[in-house]
């Protein structure tokens, strides 16, 4: 039987990660406003990746970060970097699963906690 929360869940997080690295962070739009969006990209991302969680509430969400890896491949470098920073996008994701799985956990941990606390 298909949970079509967590599918609808999925669907909207690998869209939103999409959008994210091909809208923001592979475009030359961040150039002259680096602190903006490095403030307001880690929210982002940290409501995307809580909000992951919740919304699927089954710890096989933490696998679904792996989707966001994959997807970020094609990307490349985002244009940026400087010239002696070649790092890809996907190997940022990569480092920052350090971060994200943690917080997916969280909120997979508050959906399952959640009626546990309504019903006390």
Do not use: K
Not at 6 to 18: D, I, M, Q
Not at 35 to 43: K, P, T, V, Y
Not at 54 to 73: C, D, F, H, P, Q
């Amino acid at each position: 039987m298909i949970d079509h929360r967590a599918a609808v869940g999925v669907a909207s997080y690998v869209a939103l990660t999409a959008a994210w690295i091909y809208g923001v962070e592979n475009t030359s739009v961040r150039l002259g406003h680096e602190d903006l969006a490095n403030g307001s990209e880690i929210a982002f991302f940290a409501a995307l990746q809580i909000g992951l969680g919740i919304v699927v509430g089954r710890w096989w969400a933490l696998l679904v970060y792996g989707l966001a890896i994959v997807v970020s491949i094609p990307a490349g470098r985002p244009p940026w970097l400087y010239h002696d920073q070649p790092a890809p996008l996907w190997r940022t994701l990569l480092y920052a699963a350090v971060l994200a799985l943690p917080l997916i956990a969280l909120g997979v941990a508050l959906r399952r906690l959640g009626p546990r606390v309504r019903a006390a």
